[in-house]
Each structure stands twice: as structure tokens, then as C-alpha cells.
């Protein structure tokens, strides 16, 4: 599956922003989708995640309860709604996905297929 995410931009703290995420090629299957970002100098880090069949979710402690992550199954399209940022979730973000739901899908190296990055830039 080919992954291709979109949506970063500068942005106000305490302000929003929606990352997309459109799969294609072969995404008949029940992947694991995540959001990961990585700031310069930092390794990359677990964001959210969803199982594209559904019934589950993940978040990291840092994001939970600002940022929402959510699919749309005919637009093959996965989002991250993003709120109430602040200076730190500045980060390049990446869309990742897997076969299959994995309990230890808070790991990059988990995941075999990796979107470009896009940029969110949090302004104090």
C-alpha cells in the first residue's frame, strides 16, 4: 500500500489542524494505521492509531484528548484532527501503515509502509 499525507501548515498555539493520510494500491485488508512525527534531532514518536476494520484506537499520553484520529472507508483516507497545539507537537508528521492490528503498534518498525512527511509548525 502507497501512502500519501497531506495537511501540515503553520498554525497559532491553541489552534487546529487536520493531517489526511489516502492509501492506495492494495488496501483490501485489515491494516493498522498510525501517525508517528519526529522533530529535528528526536526519534521518531507514536502519534495515534486505528484498525482500518475498526474497534480500535491508540493515542500517545501527550496527544489524548487533543488530537482525534478517524477513517473514512470509501475515500481510503485516514485523519489526524488536531487541537489546542502548542509549541511541541511542531514535528514533521508521518502516516504509516501494516497488516494486521498489532498490540505493539506504538513502534515505527512495526509498520512497512511509510507516507512523506508534512510539516506542522506550532507558533508560540
Known amino acids: 500500500v502507497q501512502l500519501q499525507a497531506s495537511g501540515g501548515g503553520l498554525v497559532q498555539a491553541g489552534g487546529s489542524l487536520r493531517l489526511s493520510c489516502v492509501a492506495s494500491?492494495?488496501?483490501?485488508?485489515?491494516?493498522?494505521l498510525a501517525w508517528f512525527r519526529q522533530a529535528p534531532g528526536k526519534e521518531r514518536e507514536f502519534v495515534a492509531a486505528?484498525?482500518?476494520?475498526?474497534?480500535?484506537?491508540a493515542y500517545a499520553d501527550s496527544v489524548k484528548g487533543r488530537f482525534t484520529i478517524s477513517r473514512d472507508n470509501a475515500k481510503n483516507t485516514v485523519y489526524l484532527q488536531m487541537s489546542s497545539l502548542n509549541p511541541e507537537d511542531s514535528s514533521l508528521y508521518y502516516c504509516a501503515a501494516r497488516i494486521r492490528w498489532t498490540t505493539n503498534y506504538r513502534s515505527a518498525t512495526e509498520y512497512t509502509s511509510w507516507g512523506q512527511g508534512t510539516q506542522v509548525t506550532v507558533s508560540s
Open positions: 486505528l484498525r482500518w476494520g475498526g474497534g480500535r484506537y
Open positions: 494500491g492494495d488496501t483490501n485488508g485489515d491494516y493498522a
